[in-house]
């Protein structure tokens, strides 16, 4: 059984899109999807640095576009099952046929520029925990002040909150904790901090019209699948003033006897989470268009 997964914030590179709009038909779609949003996603996936692509309202919409752009390169795909990391849930539901893409792109651009304006009413950020235990990590996390944003498991939780608090934690670091890495995000996502953007989405979320999953939908908000198109909708809402539980994803990955995982561009992250947490099950990230025959070879073995 294969699963489908797409990355969240922080996965994007400069000129990560490059090489895939040298495929067939990519650059044009691109080109559509950009006039739908107002966003020039060529220019800012291929000659945009760092510091452009980290603006929440410029990424999420250009992970998404990444992330529909290489699964379709890779032809017609049957996953048992789908599921995304943070702004890489609507890139599931568009797999699911919840949305359409081009209502996907809308969605997300939406929630970008609304996340973005939360992000500046107060200076925070995101930085990952590596090792450690959950028990012992967590009440740390709430002891200074932060949120266990992702919980991602395989010995990893992102912490959000402000840079105060996120420097508090440089300063003391939990029990077992190796490393605390700054990620490459512009706020607090998954926290209070975002109950702005809210209701901003609720209003986006409105003028759709969901359809049910046609393919097993996991969510993030607790590992749980979802089987209307209203959850899922409704879910992807909420998402953003509360906490990623991947960890309960891939639980629940291995209770629907996945084999096999293939992360959408610009994949690595899942991938890497998924060797540790999830021993025996094949994994492939799609980070250029180098890596489709491997995926599809590793896909007709495995999909059902």
């Known amino acids: 059984m294969l699963v489908l997964v797409a990355p969240g914030q922080g996965a994007q590179t400069p000129g990560f899109l490059t090489p895939w709009l040298e495929l067939p038909g ?27 692509i980290r603006d929440t309202a410029v990424a999420q919409p250009l992970l998404v576009a990444a992330g529909l752009l290489s699964a379709s390169a890779l032809g017609e795909v049957a996953p048992g099952a789908v599921a995304g990391h943070s702004v890489g849930e609507i890139t599931a539901a568009a797999f699911a046929g919840v949305l359409d893409d081009t209502a996907a792109l809308e969605l997300v651009r939406k929630r970008g520029l609304a996340m973005a304006e939360a992000a500046a009413i107060t200076q925070t950020g995101m930085s990952a925990l590596l090792g450690g235990d959950p028990e012992a990590t967590i009440p740390h996390l709430e002891k200074l002040g932060l949120t266990p944003a992702n919980v991602n498991g395989a010995g990893q939780i992102v912490a959000a909150g402000t840079m105060e608090e996120l420097a508090a934690l440089e300063a003391d670091k939990p029990e077992g904790v190796r490393r605390v890495v ?62 990623v539980r991947w960890d309960l994803c891939m639980e629940t990955f291995k209770e629907l006897g996945v084999t096999a995982l ?43």
Request: proline share 5%; net charge negative; aromatic share 4%.
């Open 26 to 52: 990519a650059a044009d779609r691109l080109g559509t999807w950009s006039d739908a949003i107002g966003l020039d996603l060529a220019h800012y996936g291929t000659q945009a640095d760092a510091d452009a």
């Open 182 to 243: 700054a990620l490459k995000v512009a706020g607090a996502f998954h926290t209070h901090h975002m109950a702005p953007a809210v209701a901003s989405l609720e209003q986006a979320a409105a003028e759709l019209a969901p359809a049910d999953p046609k393919i097993t939908y996991v969510s993030n908000k607790d590992g749980q699948t979802v089987a209307t198109g209203a959850e899922v909708l409704s879910r992807l809402v909420g998402q953003v003033a509360n906490p």
């Open 262 to 304: 293939v992360e959408v561009c610009p994949g690595g992250t899942l991938t890497g989470l998924a060797k540790r947490a999830l021993p025996g099950v094949q994994t492939l990230a799609l980070k250029t268009p180098d890596d489709l025959d491997s995926a599809r070879e590793l896909i007709a073995e495995h999909a059902g």
